[in-house]
């Protein structure tokens, strides 16, 4: 018997990863120009943001099927324990898919905790459960503390343009071009498993100054618990995010990889993002 360990792709833990961390990642389907995709499956992180930019319409995202869940709960062995790991139920109806496929199976120990986070934040609580897992926990002891650690998770980001969050009806034209002239950056967090957005600054740098102001008042990163960075694309605002942070919320050591479809969709190829258990 062995304790598994399974995330939606939503999680941005490619398929390679997963495999190195002993994590089954289930897919998000990816809808561009009227074909679908299985997100990280058959479309990289490159070929979504040069299909995006080309793109007529903005894409579509959408949940796993249950069936989806169904097979991957199925491929673990029968005495196994399953923990699921979902992006959050107040961003998607993933959670529920997961929760239907593991009611078709009774006779399963399917565990499911609702990350109330996205993309960087999602990861790190997979990274977490790996860890304890790794430490000899049982699977119910991972998913309590799970589910009281993720209240600790800190996700702060900037967004460099406006033009995402106006085709996706977050903003209207008159907001996202005015936001353009006056070089506006949203700093968003997430709140009770939702985006929110904690100010807009003019230019990187207030915006930069804004959200290291934001971090230093909530605390420092934990070091013993996981802690990543992710962006959209733009290397150069990634380099630009960690000068501005330093080591002390931009470690040189955290996992750093790019933000996918299900939420670079939205905010487009300019976007960076901080994730961190924040010290007790």
Do not use: W
């Amino acid at each position: 018997m062995s304790i598994k360990i399974i995330t939606d792709s939503a999680s941005d833990i490619l398929p390679s990863e997963g495999e190195r961390l002993g994590v089954t990642v289930v897919p998000m389907r990816v809808t561009i120009d009227g074909k679908e995709y299985l997100d990280g499956v058959d479309l990289t992180v490159h070929e979504f943001y040069s299909m995006l930019a080309s793109s007529k319409e903005l894409p579509k995202t959408a949940q796993p099927p249950t069936e989806d869940f169904k097979a991957a709960f199925e491929s673990c062995g029968d005495g196994d324990d399953i923990i699921v790991i979902t992006i959050s139920s107040a961003l998607s109806g993933t959670m529920q898919a997961a929760a239907i496929a593991a009611a078709e199976l009774p006779d399963r120990r399917i565990y499911i905790v609702d990350s109330q986070n996205a993309v960087v934040g999602q990861r790190l609580l997979v990274m977490r459960a790996v860890q304890l897992r790794n430490s000899g926990m049982t699977a119910p002891e991972i998913v309590e503390a799970l589910e009281r650690e993720r209240e600790e998770i800190v996700l702060l980001a900037v967004v460099d343009t406006l033009t995402y969050l106006h085709k996706g009806g977050r903003l209207s034209k008159a907001q996202a071009v005015a936001g353009g002239l006056f070089g506006i950056k949203p700093i968003v967090t997430v709140k009770d498993g939702a985006l929110a957005v904690l100010g807009k600054e003019r230019g990187k740098g207030k915006a930069f100054k804004f959200l290291r102001d934001t971090a230093v008042g909530l605390g420092p990163i934990d070091r013993s618990r996981p802690y990543a960075l992710a962006f959209t694309k733009d290397e150069d605002f990634l380099i630009e995010f960690r000068a501005a942070m330093g080591e002390e919320y931009a470690p040189s050591d955290a996992v750093c990889d790019s933000i996918g479809s299900a939420v670079g969709t939205h905010v487009g190829p300019g976007a960076v993002a901080v994730a961190y258990f924040v010290e007790k």
